[in-house]
């Protein structure tokens, strides 16, 4: 009986023997690498290739600008020049062409009152005074007020207003602006009447319409300006009344 168990006994202690002297002999980064364990393994595997990463998108900025919104420019008014569409129903706005300037402001109408001046310089005709400013405006004092005018014949100014025309008449050179006839006069400008038939590009501000035999004229400061069509522009034609 104890021979059998000690056969068994060899038997069995054999191949343990045998066993755990391979595992001894076995280095132990063999056995970790088979389990895909060890950091050489890990560094030996390909890394898996990674989906590319959506590029940040910036969001456009919808912030407003700090502004106030009763900061918002409010456009200015804008002056209309007197308008007489209903003599010819194919009167057209004014243009200024051939000789005339452009742009020829809106003049203050006669009889106007205002309680301080512009830029002005004074002027002495027939012991009387009188102001005018930039744009070409006569004005008389009354009453401690400044009334628009029209100035004199004869009045003498050193510098013609800007938006002025220019017409030629004849021999002779006038510039016309709002009622106003000039000539040169050595190194100045003289007021003067106009000749009959000369033809100008605008209406004085306060002309008044007038129907006479059918035909329709504007009248201002003892003249009449009748209207007609020359190449599509509207012109007055200037004749006493």
């Known amino acids: 009986m104890k021979s059998i168990f000690k056969i068994l006994r060899l038997r069995i202690a054999i191949p343990l023997y045998v066993f755990f002297t391979l595992l001894a002999l076995t280095p132990a980064a063999t056995l970790a690498d088979r389990g895909g364990g060890s950091i050489r393994a890990a560094a030996a595997r390909p890394t898996p290739a990674q989906p590319p990463r959506a590029a940040a998108h910036a969001e456009p900025s919808h912030a407003s600008p700090d502004v106030h919104p009763d900061a918002h420019a409010q456009p200015q008014p804008h002056a209309d020049a007197q308008a007489h569409r209903d003599w010819d129903d194919n009167d057209q706005d004014t243009q200024h062409g051939g000789g005339f300037a452009h742009g020829a402001p809106v003049q203050a109408i006669r009889g106007q009152r205002v309680h301080d001046l512009p830029h002005h310089v004074s ?107 020359q190449d599509g522009v509207t012109v007055y034609t200037v004749t006493a009344t």
């Open 123 to 229: 002027i002495i005709f027939n012991n009387q005074n009188y102001s005018y400013d930039d744009d070409g405006n006569y004005y008389q004092q009354q009453d401690g007020d400044y009334v628009v005018v029209q100035p004199p014949v004869g009045a003498i100014v050193a510098t013609l207003p800007p938006g002025i025309a220019t017409v030629v008449a004849g021999p002779t050179t006038y510039y016309y602006l709002d009622g106003v006839f000039y000539v040169a006069q050595d190194n100045s400008f003289a007021v003067v009447n106009p000749p009959a038939g000369i033809v100008v590009p605008d209406l004085p501000s306060g002309a008044n319409q007038v129907v006479v035999n059918g035909n329709v004229y504007y009248q201002f400061n003892g003249l009449n300006y009748q209207p007609s069509i």
